[in-house]
């Protein structure tokens, strides 16, 4: 019995050194806050899956993906029961489960990718373990008041046009940003933030 548990607790240690030798490569990783969680529904049971999002100081292409690369192992650590582990950083706890954010890891513990995952590419994205994309730059001052606003009151204005696409009312929601941040109503739209594969991934493999 004592033999075993020496094992499990060497196992353990060898384990979390591993994490803490990533560490060190990740010179620009940033502090960061875990400001919201959600599940991952899989089509296959055999697997479970969780997303949780962060917000950081992080500002540059690196930064953003080792923040977030840090986090998703730091979070494996803590919850060991997740076979897939979705991070992605955002740029203000308003932007949680939005499309504005600056950089999305996958970490597929078990290396088999997005499997299982609705919407997924089922033939090329279920053999890796590291899936990394990261924004160039962060949103500048006036396109992040902009998001929060657009993504903090889109309800306030909901559609009346039944086979428009979108849930709110454009027109009216911009209308109400510009006076809000004192601009004209053509200068106000939901800043898009281009993703990045992340390359510097070597030390991971």
């Given at each position: 019995?004592?033999?075993?548990s020496f094992i499990l607790l060497s196992?353990?240690?060898?384990?979390?050194?591993?994490?803490?030798?990533?560490?060190?490569?990740?010179?620009?990783?940033?502090?960061?806050?875990?400001?919201?969680e959600h599940a991952i529904n899989l089509?296959?049971?055999?697997?479970?899956?969780?997303?949780?999002?962060?917000?950081?100081?992080?500002?540059?292409?690196?930064?953003?993906?080792?923040?977030?690369?840090?986090?998703?192992?730091?979070?494996?650590?803590?919850?060991?029961?997740?076979?897939?582990?979705?991070?992605?950083?955002?740029?203000?706890?308003?932007?949680?489960?939005?499309?504005?954010?600056?950089?999305?890891?996958?970490?597929?513990?078990?290396?088999?990718?997005?499997?299982?995952?609705?919407?997924?590419?089922?033939?090329?994205?279920?053999?890796?373990?590291?899936?990394?994309?990261?924004?160039?730059?962060?949103?500048?001052?006036?396109?992040?008041?902009?998001?929060?606003?657009?993504?903090?009151?889109?309800?306030?204005?909901?559609?009346?046009?039944?086979?428009?696409?979108?849930?709110?009312?454009?027109?009216?929601?911009v209308n109400f940003i510009a006076d809000?941040?004192?601009?004209?109503?053509?200068?106000?739209?939901?800043?898009?933030?281009?993703?990045?594969?992340?390359?510097?991934?070597?030390?991971?493999?």
């Amino acid at each position: 019995m004592r033999y075993r548990s020496f094992i499990l607790l060497s196992i353990l240690f060898l384990s979390l050194s591993g994490f803490d030798q990533y560490k060190s490569h990740l010179i620009y990783a940033k502090t960061y806050e875990v400001v919201g969680e959600h599940a991952i529904n899989l089509t296959n049971d055999t697997r479970k899956a969780k997303m949780w999002f962060i917000i950081s100081e992080a500002k540059t292409h690196d930064e953003f993906a080792q923040t977030t690369i840090l986090a998703a192992i730091e979070l494996h650590k803590k919850y060991r029961e997740y076979d897939l582990i979705q991070v992605i950083l955002v740029p203000d706890k308003d932007m949680v489960a939005t499309d504005t954010y600056y950089s999305s890891v996958y970490y597929a513990v078990d290396k088999k990718g997005l499997k299982g995952v609705s919407g997924a590419d089922q033939k090329t994205m279920v053999s890796f373990e590291w899936l990394v994309r990261a924004a160039e730059k962060s949103l500048n001052k006036q396109e992040l008041e902009i998001a929060k606003l657009w993504h903090r009151h889109q309800a306030d204005f909901p559609s009346e046009d039944l086979l428009s696409s979108l849930s709110y009312n454009e027109k009216k929601l911009v209308n109400f940003i510009a006076d809000s941040l004192k601009l004209d109503n053509d200068a106000v739209n939901l800043p898009r933030i281009q993703l990045l594969e992340y390359q510097g991934l070597d030390f991971l493999d």
